[in-house]
């Protein structure tokens, strides 16, 4: 079993930064890939971001490439996403999720996510 935390939602305006932690508690921390999801009101979960186990390897959706950036730390089992100039459509509910997986691919698709946490809010504000 994976316990997964998400903390550092809020409520920002646009154009603003946050930066949302992930804790990871259970099995190894390293041996899970680590992906971060989101879901608007009204609207299908939706994939942002992954980052393989080992840190050296991330992909994004289109939709926030070359604004937010994921990183893990190994020391802390935590894994972060870091969101920079934020837009209204941004607004959602984030939440992270584990992969077993110590391979370099990295999945979009819920399906290949054993864990998820609770999920943060983060509002864009116009």
């Known amino acids: 079993q994976v316990r997964l935390v998400e903390s550092g939602g809020g409520l920002v305006q646009t154009g603003g930064s946050l930066r949302l932690s992930c804790a990871a508690s259970g099995r190894p921390f390293s041996d899970y890939a680590m992906g971060w999801f989101r879901q608007a009101p009204d609207k299908v979960r939706e994939f942002v971001g992954a980052?393989?186990?080992?840190?050296?390897?991330?992909i994004y959706a289109d939709s926030v490439k070359g604004r937010f950036t994921i990183s893990r730390d190994k020391i802390r089992s935590t894994v972060y996403l870091q969101m920079n100039g934020l837009k209204p459509e941004d607004t959602a509910v984030y939440y992270c999720a584990a992969d077993w997986n110590k391979e370099k691919t990295l999945y979009s698709a819920e399906y290949f996510y054993d864990y998820w946490g609770q999920g943060t809010q983060v509002t864009v504000s116009s």
């Open positions: 980052i393989t186990s080992s840190g050296d390897s991330t």
